[in-house]
Nanobody, 123 residues
Framework: QVHLAESGGGLVQAGDSLRLSCVVS????????MGWFRQAPGKEREVIAA????????HYEDSVKGRFIVSRDNAKNTLYLQLNGLKAEDTAVYSC????????????????WGQGTLVVVSS
């Protein structure tokens, strides 16, 4: 079975940093593009970062560009998201998802979602 297990969230202060991890099993991880989504209270889930299977292409939403870094370690079947310069508006549940990368765009693979890890940023 496919399993994506996020970790690393917590309660931090504005300006702090966190590193989120997503350990993937049940997939040939090195063949999968991956991404990070987040869902803030009262808002829809949005993609914030994505990466190809080899890391030769990445995507960031404008709201996190320059602050967050997506990376992966295929030998460990793990996806990472480094969150720097956290702001109160970054408070959300962060989830990882397997994706397709085609024609320069990323598309979530149906059914391949993690349960998320909560990041709370206080001011």
């Amino acid at each position: 079975q496919v399993h994506l297990a996020e970790s690393g969230g917590g309660l931090v202060q504005a300006g702090d940093s966190l590193r989120l991890s997503c350990v993937v099993s049940g997939l040939t991880f090195g063949t999968e593009a991956m991404g990070w989504f987040r869902q803030a209270p009262g808002k829809e889930r949005e993609v914030i970062a994505a990466i190809t299977q080899t890391g030769d292409n990445t995507h960031y939403e404008d709201s996190v560009k320059g602050r967050f870094i997506v990376s992966r370690d295929n030998a460990k079947n793990t996806l990472y998201l480094q969150l720097n310069g956290l702001k109160a508006e970054d408070t959300a549940v962060y989830s990882c998802v397997a994706m397709h990368f085609a024609d320069g765009n990323y598309y979530p693979r149906a059914g391949y979602w993690g349960q998320g890890t909560l990041v709370v940023v206080s001011s």
